[in-house]
């Protein structure tokens, strides 16, 4: 019988990368809290767990047991595309960076990618003891 780590895993090793490609966007508005005219930009995690990104639509086929579940995700390679945010209070110089706000949503992002690596790992020690036969 043949395994799959796609189907053991589910989307969580997808949404690792995800997360971590957000920390990297969020880290880098922080990074340009004083650069005149840089423009925030985010990840649409909406969008890209809809299917969709900039208009496009790439899904990554996934198996469903229950017909309530979603039928598919989107690539992430699919969110480079980044989405401008728009500034509660926009500064003088053009810079559209809250570093309050950037700094919540790279706390926020950090905790669940936690959660989520949290999750695979005990995926990853459940297969192993299922390996050892424990």
Known sequence: ???????????????????????????????NAD?????ARD?????????????QASPLKLSTTHAGHKA??????????????IPNQPAVDGNTVE?????ARYTDNALRYQASFEFL???????TKAIKGE
Do not use: C, Y
Not at 76 to 84: G, S
């Open 99 to 103: 570093v309050q706000e950037e700094m």
């Open 1 to 31: 019988m043949a395994f799959s780590f796609d189907s053991a895993l589910g989307i969580h090793a997808d949404a690792l990368v995800l997360r971590a490609r957000r920390a990297e966007i969020l880290a880098n508005n922080i990074a």
């Open 72 to 85: 598919q995700i989107a690539d992430p390679d699919f969110a480079a595309d980044l989405m401008f945010r």
């Open 43 to 55: 990840i649409d995690f909406a969008s890209v767990l809809e299917g969709v990104n900039a208009g």
């Open 121 to 127: 790992n005990s995926k990853f020690s459940g297969l």
């Open 35 to 39: 650069t005149p005219n840089f423009k």
